[in-house]
């Protein structure tokens, strides 16, 4: 099988390489947002969606208008990525998986796609315009690159991602099966009766993240003491974000190395972060990406990543009898099965219906559903009104309840305590 991997190395430009990095970045930018008006635009005029070429045409125009000649600064293809990055943000949206494509401003994460004509060497990496720019290669890279993102942090950092292919012989995982159970009080839980602690990054950063974020809002708007606030804040989200994704993918590596079956519930992360209390906690987990974490290191090593039901009363259920408890409390961690007299644990029973539970077709939606902010989806865009939309598979109602609280017992409050 063709699989493509992204390596991430850190890169180190130098004054005058930021300065030209910052050039493309900008361009880029504003290419992305002048054919997002254009085609807007096109579409209030026309009633007719300006194609993915035609926009592809209209940018190489653009850069011999007198008064966009200053676009020649950056590499072409620099500037033709974007428009191909515009045409994903539309099909996301047709496909109703993101929300209407917004305008970038230059607060949001920078970032710009080499498709060609980069090179390496030793501990350079060649891009067009930018010149040699050091890089710490830390790691092998295997395959071959077809692409080189390049992108800036909110804290200033420079990486390049180089997404690279190879042919992967795949044989089929002969390990065992397990049930995962994700949760706030422990990360996960296996049927095999492991416990994996919850490292609560967030948690323990909050305290010295409060304090960073009151310093930062003392400051006076525009000054140079808010500017190096700012970038605390950053540091230390980033440190979160760092730490909580060396768990993730630690914890998936170790999964898909051991096991050939991997089942864990299908949660409504979106609906359960609705849930104030709890939505702290689950954001700090990050059990979307150990769930696309896992499906990709499961394929790569032959394995499968599958998901049961999302109302599947996995918490309430004995594993041994199959009784259905419905008096189980959250504060219950330890329960008898009046009916065969099994004492469970609560999450290792959970983990262990899971594995047992059947599984539904994942279809062809993702597994986890993402959150379309607010106040983008709620006016809707002249282009959407013409569309048929896709069809849905019958649980797309489900993903508006809040929570998730039906019969089969609140996913949401299962996992709390
Ligand atoms: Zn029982």
């Not at 990095?21 to 005029?45: I, K, P, S």
Request: hydrophobic share 35%.
């Amino acid at each position: 099988m063709l699989v493509r991997q992204a390596y991430r190395y850190r890169l180190y430009p130098t004054g005058e390489q930021r300065h030209q990095l910052a050039v493309q970045f900008g361009h880029a930018r504003h290419t992305y947002n002048w054919a997002l008006a254009r085609r807007q635009a096109h579409y209030q005029e026309t009633g007719e969606i300006l194609s993915f070429y035609d926009l592809k045409r209209a940018v190489t125009a653009l850069k011999s208008e007198p008064d966009h000649l200053w676009l020649k600064e950056a590499d072409s293809q620099v500037l033709q990525a974007k428009v191909e990055d515009l045409e994903k943000a539309y099909k996301g949206f047709f496909e109703h998986r993101t929300g209407f494509p917004c305008f970038k401003t230059k607060k949001d994460r920078q970032s710009i796609r080499y498709p060609q004509r980069y090179r390496f060497k030793d501990n350079r990496i060649y891009l067009p315009k930018v010149g040699w720019v050091r890089a710490i290669f830390h790691r092998e890279m295997v395959g071959t690159p077809k692409n080189v993102t390049v992108s800036k942090t909110a804290t200033g950092a420079y990486y390049a991602s180089v997404q690279c292919e190879r042919e992967l012989a795949i044989a089929v995982h002969t390990g065992p099966a397990v049930g995962v159970d994700v949760g706030l009080k422990d990360l996960a839980v296996l049927s095999t009766g492991e416990k994996i602690p919850h490292p609560r990054y967030l948690r323990k950063a909050e305290k010295r993240l409060a304090r960073l974020q009151r310093s930062y809002s003392r400051k006076v708007k525009g000054s140079k003491n808010r500017e190096k606030a700012r970038l605390l804040v950053a540091h230390q989200h980033e440190h979160v974000a760092n730490c909580r994704r060396d768990t993730l993918h630690k914890l998936s590596d170790r999964l898909t190395r051991d096991f050939g079956v991997i089942r864990m519930e299908n949660l409504n992360i979106c609906g359960m972060l609705k849930n104030h209390a709890l939505a702290k906690g689950i954001a700090d987990s990050g059990w979307g990406m150990l769930v696309s974490f896992c499906r990709y290191k499961a394929q790569w090593r032959g394995g499968v990543v599958e998901q049961i039901g999302r109302f599947y009363p996995s918490t309430k259920m004995c594993h041994v009898c199959a009784y259905k408890n419905d008096v189980l409390t959250l504060k219950d961690r330890e329960w008898t099965c009046p009916q065969c007299g099994t004492v469970h644990d609560r999450d290792v029973n959970a983990a262990r219906v899971i594995l047992a539970a059947p599984t539904v077709a994942l279809g062809n939606r993702p597994a986890v559903s993402r959150p379309a902010a607010p106040s983008r989806s709620r006016k809707l865009p002249p282009e959407r009104r013409n569309v048929t939309p896709v069809e849905r598979p019958l649980d797309a109602k489900a993903v508006g309840r809040s929570a998730g609280l039906d019969e089969a017992g609140s996913p949401a409050l299962c996992k709390a305590g």
